[in-house]
């Protein structure tokens, strides 16, 4: 980790063997670290081109806009390229049987009912939720012209998708309908906390 070290050595130092699902914790702190580097890379990166071309909305989408690129950057940290760091270290499996993609609807997340802990049921479940919440509530502000429900619920599943399919690919995560599903219901509740601001 390039910004993080010093602070995920003393969380692991202090609480690695007396949090029973550190790897979650391990997960999160590589991630954002990942993000502020690529985050650090598009603030250089829309300075310039606000320099250049001088398109500035207001002050209040351009905060939006940086938000919005924060948390799509986490976003795919988390889901996605949990195992690389560097574009160039990005390997594709495109070997992988496609019976590893689950298509049954609730199944595993039935399955991690059941299971003796209930972590995995909540990150599975409300996580999913709750990671596209800022999609549907940041998009409609950025994307002026795809404003209706219908626009941003089809974007997000488009995004979840996509996010599943890399998955897959990369082989970084199981690529799960009930993924889709949930991340969809996210972006929904999002999309209608925007709509009650507005």
């Known amino acids: 980790m390039i910004f993080l070290g010093p602070l995920y050595s003393t969380l692991v130092h202090y ?19 990942k993000t502020i ?13 606000l320099k250049l ?20 950057i986490l976003l795919l940290m988390l889901t ?9 270290e990005i390997k594709f499996n495109f070997r992988r049987p496609l019976s590893d993609i689950n298509l049954i609807f609730l199944r595993e997340t039935w399955k991690l009912i059941y ?16 990671c596209f ?5 940041l998009a409609p502000i950025i994307f002026r012209k ?10 997000g599943i488009t995004l979840s998708i996509a996010i ?8 970084t995560g199981i690529s799960d309908i009930d993924d889709v599903f949930f991340n969809s219901c996210g972006a929904a509740i999002g999309y209608l906390i925007y709509w009650l601001f507005i």
């Open 15 to 33: 609480f690695a063997m007396k949090i029973n699902h550190f790897a979650l914790i391990k997960l999160t702190m590589v991630a954002l670290d």
């Open 37 to 49: 580097f690529y985050f650090l890379l598009f603030v250089i990166i829309r300075l310039l081109w």
């Open 53 to 72: 071309f001088g398109n500035l909305r207001s002050i209040k989408v351009e905060v939006v806009i940086w938000l919005f690129a924060f948390y799509i």
């Open 80 to 88: 996605t390229f949990r195992k690389t760091y560097f574009p160039w």
């Open 115 to 130: 299971a003796k802990s209930h972590i995995d049921f909540i990150y599975n479940f409300l996580g999913n939720i709750f």
């Open 133 to 137: 919440i800022p999609f549907g509530f």
């Open 146 to 155: 795809k404003q209706t429900f219908r626009q941003i619920f089809s974007l």
């Open 164 to 171: 599943e399919s890399l998955q897959f690919l990369l082989g």
